[in-house]
């Protein structure tokens, strides 16, 4: 039987994104985030100006920095070496008044009370040991506060890779949990039924679910640079969850 990796050990693994990786995906994130995420995210969360927003594994502060401009005040958690530093050198330059703490989701230190929303981006699916790190999300929020998730779709994780091999997109595991090598460190699939069975017992009421599509225009605008993306119009390669805690 394969031992579950810890989240330290996967922490370690996030560490060894390169910083011109991290600059790559200035100002607004890679491609994805760009045209499926960011868009839903900002949407779910409504109008910020004003709110107490925990952007929980921020990585390198892109979104916390979207929310800052938008008038929230961010405080982003991140536990990375790489990725906190770099947050914190944009922070210096830009004075936007976001506060940056390293720590683990799981083992969040005094935050300064109740958030009005927790969003955690393409964080879940990262973490071996994921449950604590939720809890301590929906933990962080007020009564009536917001919680918004997104992970790659459990049904539709690798769908790129396998329509271009294919031309279609293929699945042979679903129900079991296993581990999905990446560039950097590993995301692991868990079917749907984990996340929101799990926001069900730390007393959430889900709002909305959206599995975003790409804009056929915007994938024939990128055909030539990426094969397949056209897999993206019609099949949803990401999940994202808004839940209130009652």
Same mark, same amino acid.
């Given at each position: 039987m394969t031992k579950q990796p810890t989240n330290d050990a996967a922490i370690q693994q996030w560490n060894r994104i390169p910083r011109e990786a991290l600059e790559a995906m200035e100002p607004?994130?890679?491609?994805a985030k760009r045209h499926l995420i960011n868009p839903v995210l900002l949407r779910m969360l409504g109008d910020v100006?004003?709110?107490?927003?925990?952007?929980a594994g921020c990585g390198h502060g892109y979104f916390s920095r979207m929310l800052a401009a938008r008038g929230a005040h961010v405080t982003g958690?991140?536990?990375?070496?790489?990725?906190?530093?770099?947050?914190?050198e944009k922070e210096q330059a830009l004075g936007q008044g976001i506060g940056y703490v390293q720590a683990e989701l799981a083992r969040l230190p005094d935050l300064g009370g109740p958030f009005d929303a927790v969003v955690c981006s393409m964080v879940l699916a990262a973490v071996p040991d994921w449950k604590p790190a939720m809890?301590?999300?929906v933990q962080a929020l007020r009564p009536g506060g917001l919680f918004v998730f997104s992970v790659n779709h459990p049904a539709f994780e690798q769908l790129l890779t396998t329509w271009r091999a294919h031309g279609d997109y293929r699945l042979h595991r679903y129900l079991e949990e296993?581990?999905?090598?990446?560039?950097?460190a590993s995301d692991f699939h868990r079917?749907?039924?984990?996340?929101?069975? #799990?926001?069900?017992?730390l007393g959430c009421r889900?709002?909305?679910?959206? #599995?975003?599509?790409?804009d056929p225009r915007t994938a024939r605008d990128a055909r030539d640079t990426t094969p397949g993306i056209e897999s993206y119009v019609h099949l949803p390669n990401f999940?994202?969850?808004?839940? #209130?805690?009652l």
């Open positions: 607004d994130g890679d491609f100006r004003g709110r107490r927003v925990l952007d958690v991140e536990p990375t070496d790489g990725m906190f530093s770099y947050a914190r809890r301590a999300c296993y581990t999905i090598p990446q560039t950097y079917p749907i039924s984990a996340y929101l069975n #799990e926001l069900a017992a889900l709002r909305e679910l959206a #599995e975003p599509g790409l999940l994202i969850v808004a839940a #209130e805690r």
